[in-house]
């Protein structure tokens, strides 16, 4: 059964430094990885999905990596800013049966 | 558009009562998704439909819950007899035939039950 296990579940940074959210799974026949954000009281806003055949994706100040083989993606948040608070969850999609695991999700505060 | 719409935002309700949960995609998806969100469990898929078809209610925890899509802009997500560990967000999600993972999430709508 595929576990995906994202640590730690809450991190305060101080504004403009870079970090790395981690996410891990279990089973790597994975068809994608997505990363979403998740702001107070919402829903789920998608920010990078990664193919399982691509090493990474970026977008503006985000970056995504997929490393299957250990069972492990992170997002790179660079220049953090208060805005990026929110928690980030990522999510699996398993090829077979394509059921979508998602992770707890790490909830970031940026510190002005 | 106005996104995918959910409603009610907030239910309260007494255990034993009936709950239905509403949600209108955005106009033009094809695919439709309900989950539950819980501080100890997680998001989790509950069921999704397909062209109005739903195609895998594997998720739905337990006889009580059912869920509806009688046309391409409506689903119902219905919990007879609610019980309190029924208490969480339930979100609905939408997405495209072209973009299947791509999905689109409304605002929730938060159940309590007592």
């Known amino acids: 059964k595929q576990e995906v296990t994202q640590i730690p579940a809450a991190l305060s940074v101080p504004e403009g430094e870079n970090l790395v959210l981690n996410c891990s799974f279990t089973d790597s026949a994975i068809y994608n990885l997505q990363w979403f954000r998740q702001d107070p009281g919402k829903g789920l806003t998608s920010l990078l999905l990664i193919q399982s055949s691509q090493r990474e994706q970026t977008s503006g100040r985000l970056n995504a990596s997929l490393d299957k083989s250990s069972g492990r993606s992170t997002l790179y948040i660079a220049a953090s800013q208060p805005g990026d608070s929110a928690t980030y969850l990522c999510?699996?999609?398993?090829?077979?049966?394509?059921?979508?695991?998602f992770g707890k999700g790490t909830r970031l505060h940026i510190l002005p | 558009d106005a996104g995918v719409i959910q409603s009610p935002r907030h239910e309260v309700t007494e255990m034993g009562q009936e709950v239905t949960l509403r949600c209108k995609p955005i106009?033009?998806?094809?695919?439709l998704f309900w989950y539950r969100q819980t501080m100890m469990r997680g998001l989790e898929l509950l069921i999704y439909?397909?062209?109005?078809?739903?195609?895998?209610d594997s998720g739905m925890p337990e006889d009580r819950f059912s869920a509806k899509m009688p046309n391409a802009s409506f689903s119902t997500l219905k919990i007879q007899p609610s019980e309190p560990r029924d208490s969480a967000v339930y979100f609905c999600?939408?997405?495209?035939?072209?973009?299947?993972?791509?999905?689109?999430f409304g605002p929730g709508t938060r159940l309590t039950v007592t």
């Open positions: 999510a699996a999609l398993m090829n077979r049966d394509d059921k979508i695991i």
């Open positions: 999600a939408s997405s495209t035939r072209q973009r299947p993972y791509e999905q689109y």
């Open positions: 439909f397909n062209n109005n078809v739903p195609i895998d």
């Open positions: 106009s033009g998806h094809d695919y």
